[in-house]
């Protein structure tokens, strides 16, 4: 069966500044895929090409067998997006909003009732079917956002910052929701919450200046990560404060250098692969 999304050679530019430079990304059939990156990576600018809102300058995309240029309609109908940014309407209720949704995929009236009947339990919002959305908390809002996305049961979906700015109850049930899906979707998770990777993910991809620079299992990026301190400059110490003095001395004698942990967490996976230089900016 063809990958649920094969990237290849992704070109993207706009005006001066390269949102993707020959980005290569695969997410296979029924796999939860983390992809990471720092600010202006180009993780934004590919969600769109998946999506079908932009099209790179050069390179192919494939997206559940079919070509966005062509077969968006197609795509899209079995494509889930849940955006950072919330896609509610605060004047409306639940039951409106999931009903709305529901709708703009043309189902007729008795899946829609069914659906949002599902929707409203699975977000544990039943109660709340009848208030406005304007009134519900950030955790109520993003786990509504999750369910309107999932109305018309997709085979892939895409999920940006899905737990962005929840209480730690909230974020629970989130990730529970989402892990719910294994075994029914495809699904892209992009986060700054290294720990939601960890959880979810079958496999990480980690962008930085527009290409995908490390691959794999957690256990393989760490790996990947140890590899690329290798060659004849490699310094193993035992000690976390023999560690930090030989830091302290190789940078004062002006030694560029950066440090990995057996058994690293993805945070120092993700700093090694990528340096610790603030990033602004979003292309």
């Known amino acids: 069966m063809e990958d649920a999304i094969s990237l290849s050679g992704l070109q993207r530019r706009f005006g001066e500044q390269t949102a993707l430079a020959g980005l290569d990304l695969v997410l296979h059939r029924g796999e939860f895929l983390g992809l990471l990156g720092p600010n202006g990576a180009g993780k934004t600018t590919t969600l769109r090409m998946i999506s079908c809102v932009d099209r790179p300058d050069a390179g192919t995309v494939r997206v559940l067998g079919c070509d966005p240029a ?5 795509i899209l109908a ?28 043309g189902m007729p009236t008795g899946q829609r009732r069914e659906r949002v009947g599902w929707a409203l339990e699975h977000a544990g919002l039943v109660d ?4 406005r959305v304007g009134g519900f908390s950030g955790g109520m809002k993003r786990r509504l956002n999750l369910v309107a996305a999932l109305m018309h049961e997709p085979e892939l979906v895409l999920l940006d910052e899905p737990t962005v700015g929840v209480d730690p ?3 629970n049930h989130l990730l529970e929701m989402i ?3 294994r075994g029914k979707v495809s ?7 290294m720990g939601e990777i960890e959880r979810l993910c079958d496999r990480i991809a980690i962008m930085d200046q527009g290409r995908v620079v490390a691959n794999g299992t957690l256990e393989e990026l760490r790996i990947q990560a140890e590899d690329s301190l290798g060659g004849d400059h490699r310094l193993e110490l035992q000690d976390g ?7 302290q001395i190789l940078q004062r004698e002006g030694v560029a250098c950066s440090t990995i942990s057996v058994g690293a967490d993805l945070e120092s996976i993700f700093l090694a692969t990528t340096g610790k230089a603030l990033r602004d900016g979003e292309a």
């Open 169 to 171: 109850q909230s974020r």
């Open 187 to 193: 699904l892209i998770y992009t986060t700054h919450q």
């Open 78 to 105: 079995r494509m889930g997006v849940v955006p950072q940014e919330l896609a509610l309407y605060d004047s409306l209720t639940a039951r409106e909003n999931l009903d709305f949704f529901a709708g703009l995929y």
């Open 70 to 74: 062509t077969d968006s309609p197609k």
């Open 241 to 247: 404060a023999q560690m930090e003095r030989a830091m």
């Open 128 to 131: 709340r079917a009848s208030s």
């Open 179 to 181: 892990d719910g899906l």
